[in-house]
């Protein structure tokens, strides 16, 4: 399946566009239906809010997080790094209208660095072309790496187009070096599913998550609605429906 028709049909089953779907039905019934109406309007209404409401997004996030943890100072040892894309912000204009890779990336980007520098591990870096672009995410997570942190880059997999295909190709391409064991750099509430995914594929994962929620203190402005937060529900359910998914698979 593409990555335009995965994410088309999950743009239906994720917030807003889920919630939005439930309004509307309660709407169309309003006029025909009116007792099936009030429930449905209420249920959208109420759930919206909550997904929209941070303290309640963060926790929905914190529930993936608790699946993992930070590497500790006497952490296992692996034999190379393997840093997971994120996506690309296109056309930059202050990069000469080249793209390259967005906040996402740049984060695991920044940690996997460090871990480089702590390990002295070679990295592999993971990431196509899902939407056609022309220069694939994991070429530009090279160039950011060596020409923004001075970090040398030994192997790009730039076949994939979603988690199943990073560990797939990934383990092609390590396999072929002898390496099974590995440091897996991702955002922490991407972890539960990516590791899962990489060990399927034959990898001996060591987590190393980054980019973990956390709140300088909670006060009454984590219980009003915000954009973010609905971009937060949005990930908890897409990661849900992911985990689910490769439990069918597999």
């Known amino acids: 399946m593409s990555w335009f028709v995965t994410n088309f049909i999950a743009a239906f089953l994720l917030p807003p566009l889920s919630l939005l779907l439930v309004l509307a039905l309660g709407l169309l019934l309003l006029y025909r239906r009116r007792k099936y109406a009030k429930p449905l309007l209420l249920a959208a209404f109420g759930l919206l809010w909550l997904a929209s409401t941070p303290y309640f997004a963060e926790g929905a996030l914190h529930l993936l997080e608790a699946r993992t943890a930070a590497l500790g100072r006497h952490h296992q040892d692996a034999d190379a790094i393997v840093i997971l894309g994120g996506g690309t912000y296109f056309h930059a204009p202050e990069y000469a ?7 996402q990336t740049l984060l695991r980007l920044r940690y996997g660095a460090r871990l480089q520098r702590e390990t002295g591990k070679p990295i592999l870096v993971t990431g196509g072309k899902p939407l056609g672009n022309q220069l694939s995410e994991a070429q530009q997570m090279r160039a950011s790496l060596e020409q923004d942190f001075r970090i040398p880059v030994r192997w790009i997999e730039d076949m994939s187009d979603n988690t199943f295909e990073n560990a797939r190709y990934s383990f ?55 954009a973010e937060a609905l971009r937060d529900s949005k990930i908890f359910v897409h990661e849900v429906i992911g985990l689910l998914w490769y439990q069918i698979k597999f």
């Open 172 to 226: 092609q391409t390590l396999q072929k070096a002898g390496i099974k064991k590995i440091y897996l750099v991702t955002h922490a509430w991407h972890m539960p599913r990516s590791a899962d995914i990489f060990r399927r594929a034959g990898f001996e994962v060591v987590e190393a998550p980054t980019a973990f929620t956390t709140r300088y203190r909670v006060d009454l402005l984590a219980f009003l609605p915000r």
């Open 97 to 103: 209208g080249q793209d390259t890779v967005n906040e």
